[in-house]
Nanobody
Framework: QVQLVESGGGLVQAGGSLRLSCAASGSISRINGMGWYRQAPGKQREMVAA???????NYADSVKGRFTISRDNTKNTVYLQMNSLKPEDTAVYYC??????????????WGQGTQVTVSS
């Protein structure tokens, strides 16, 4: 069974920083793309940042220049460094990853979400 477990959320003042982590565990054969999404109250879930196996990066326009996604393949972990946080960044942040469990095809897994709250 594959699981994604996020950590690092919390409450921060505007202008502050947080670093989110998401570790994949279980019987994993291969991990392809990994990414971060967020969902604010009353809004749809949106892509924040994504990283491929070749470390190609993609960011939402709203976070470019402030957020940085990275991954450590030795730890099956993806990170999201968030700087210059704004109140509008407040949301539940979810990581996802395209993972092939041992003996299974690729499947998109989601973490349970971690709350990020930015106060003004």
């Amino acid at each position: 069974q594959v699981q994604l477990v996020e950590s690092g959320g919390g409450l921060v003042q505007a202008g502050g920083s947080l670093r989110l982590s998401c570790a994949a565990s279980g019987s994993i054969s291969r991990i392809n793309g990994m990414g971060w999404y967020r969902q604010a109250p009353g809004k749809q879930r949106e892509m924040v940042a994504a990283i491929t196996t070749g470390s190609d990066l993609n960011y939402a326009d709203s976070v470019k220049g402030r957020f940085t996604i990275s991954r450590d393949n030795t730890k099956n972990t993806v990170y999201l460094q968030m700087n210059s946080l704004k109140p509008e960044d407040t949301a539940v942040y979810y990581c996802n990853a395209l993972i092939a469990a041992t003996g299974s095809p690729l499947y998109t897994y989601w973490g349970q979400g971690t709350q990020v709250t930015v106060s003004s």
